[in-house]
């Protein structure tokens, strides 16, 4: 057997390994706080192609990890997936997950005004449609401010086969979609809340909200196949109602945001759920033995799509 590579085929050789991917492998123990430092660096080096494998190594348990990464382009999709070894060698991975970018916008606008935005106060018109299931609530709107007002001793829940929460909807394009909600009322008693629903029809949709637990506010989503609920995101945070709610959709990935400010968002969490959007809403509830009274009030509503 001929072991020898002539001229042109050493010059193959090197062409392959020219284009090929190159892998940076990152050991990581207790080290969250140098992560973003490490990133960073190898985001400004000139290799275009190339993946980085995180590798953590049984550090402390940690329930909730934010990165900020630095060199993404705006308005694109970005696919990741967290991978974890323990001192054991016991491994766990999560599925294929997207995160989108938004926009590089300034103060008057968006730099490249491309797509299409709807950012309005809220407002009862034509385009838009009050669901009432139990028929009690008081859907209005003054100054620009919408009012869900919902009154006490009766359930107005949205879970399995219960289809009780009023709330306000307007029909929506089945496409990529960023939506955004800022509240102005604040959740004080045990299962109060009040969110963002993304609906195909009555008993096939995704809610995000924020709840009251009877001791501080969770961040929660759940969605509905034929009425029938699966939880999927509920994290507990510490300083009360964000204003402000945020979900994102790219493809069949779903991610929810909540912020205190409408600048800095911190994710929630995301999954991935397959539905045909027909319309987007504002929704406000309550449940438990004996359901406390609560009023939503909901300064804006925006709704905005990202390329397909």
Not at 149 to 168: C, E, T
Request: no cysteine; glycine share 8%; hydrophobic share 35%.
């Amino acid at each position: 057997m001929n072991n020898q590579l002539n001229a042109s085929e050493m010059n193959k050789e090197k062409d392959v390994r020219r284009k090929s991917r190159v892998s940076i492998g990152m050991p990581v123990y207790n080290g969250e706080n140098y992560i973003k430092q490490s990133l960073d660096s190898l985001s400004s080096q000139s290799t275009e192609e190339f993946e980085i494998i995180i590798s953590e190594s049984d550090s402390d348990i940690k329930t909730f990890t934010s990165l900020i990464l630095s060199g993404l382009s705006s308005v694109t999709g970005y696919h990741f997936l967290r991978s974890s070894e323990d001192g054991s060698g016991n491994t766990a991975s999560s599925d294929d997950m997207i995160f989108a970018t938004q926009e590089l916008r300034t103060e008057g606008g968006s730099l490249s005004d491309a797509g299409s935005d709807i950012v309005e106060r809220v407002e009862l018109d034509s385009a838009r449609s009050v669901f009432d299931p139990v028929g009690d609530s008081t859907i209005t709107v003054s100054g620009g401010l919408l009012s869900i007002d919902i009154p006490a001793g009766v359930s107005h829940n949205l879970w399995n086969n219960v289809n009780r929460a009023p709330r306000v909807r307007q029909n929506a394009n089945n496409t990529n979609i960023e939506i955004k909600a800022k509240f102005d009322s604040i959740l004080t008693e045990k299962y109060q809340f009040q969110g963002i629903t993304v609906e195909q029809d009555n008993r096939n949709f995704l809610r995000f909200d924020f709840y009251h637990d009877g001791v501080s506010t969770r961040v929660y989503s759940a969605s509905f196949v034929a009425g029938v609920p699966t939880k999927r995101i509920r994290i507990t945070i510490p300083d009360g109602t964000p204003p402000y709610l945020r979900v994102t959709r790219l493809g069949d990935q779903w991610a929810e945001y909540y912020s205190y400010d409408g600048a800095n968002w911190v994710i929630a969490g995301n999954y991935s759920h397959s539905l045909s959007v027909t319309s987007v809403g504002l929704f406000g509830g309550n449940a438990g033995s004996l359901p406390p009274a609560h009023t939503v009030l909901v300064d804006y509503f925006v709704v905005d799509n990202l390329p397909p």
